[in-house]
């Protein structure tokens, strides 16, 4: 049987709440089996560091700065990636051109590019954009270039033969086909500029939560780090979430499945593939209408539990 929605938002509070019960616990008791939790604040401390940080004007700073740094760099890298991966998908002579240059650059890591970006660019603002894009474009690249290569040539033929051109079928067949593997992309280059743009503030910063961190580092405050730890966590949750919930408005007329545990069919989805057998058996054709859902199936039962 599937959690009711309130259930499973008390689940998860429950576990974060022993997770901190926990920390707090172990830090308190200057517990040093094996690993030195003496050495950690505990989460008292950090939540007093937390309160005097919101009160002054340096971290709604750092934290502005860190968002603009990360939007700006994100937004140019959705879109950078997106075209180069349908091009090159889309066109050999794209991908004899770029390939080569795209596949030797790809396993450089993004922070390793700090050199490179403090030599090509005049400001550090500039760089940590550059660095942030350079994170996230791959992810975003690679799995556009495998969804649409992915993708039915019977939808194209299908445009084609009602005369339409490459741009309607780049419209209503590339684009919405590609769309999930696109958005799986993004979601992974969301993260992936986040832990690029706190390290690239780290060392070149000015401003920003990466810096302020470091900052803390160096003056021994820990309290402090633990504040730039949770802050650079819950940034990331948040962002992370409304490229997934973007995601899902706009593949909404996607099939959606819902996930049971264990391998365990719903009763209603039983019912419907034994009744669409029984139907093959008959001689009756079956299509995607043909399951019909039962009167038994729950109106949360087939809840989405996925991006795509």
Known sequence: ????????????????????GLW???????????????QFPTVADVARAFGDRLSGPDYWTDLTDSLTRILTGFLLAAVLGVATGVLVARSRSAEDVLGPVLEVVRPIPAIALVPVAILLFPSNEQGIVFITCT?????????TRHSVRALTPVWEEAVLTMGGGRWRVLGSV????ALPGIFGGLSVGIGVSWICVISAEMISGQYGVGYRTWQDYTVVN????FV???????????????????????TRWLPRTSYVPGGRVPRAAAVAVAGTGRRAQAGVPTGAGSALPSKDTEPGEARDEHLV
């Open 24 to 38: 707090q616990l172990l830090t308190s008791l200057n517990v040093d089996l094996w690993l030195r939790f003496s």
């Open 174 to 177: 590339v684009l919405p086909g």
């Open 1 to 20: 049987m599937s959690r009711r929605p309130a259930a499973r938002y008390a689940l998860r509070a429950a576990s974060l709440a022993a997770a901190l």
């Open 228 to 250: 730039g730890m949770v802050t650079i966590g819950v940034l990331g949750w948040l962002t992370s979430t409304a490229v997934e919930l973007l995601g899902r408005w706009l």
């Open 135 to 143: 994170a996230a474009f791959f992810p975003v690249l690679v799995s």
């Open 222 to 225: 820990y309290a402090g780090v």
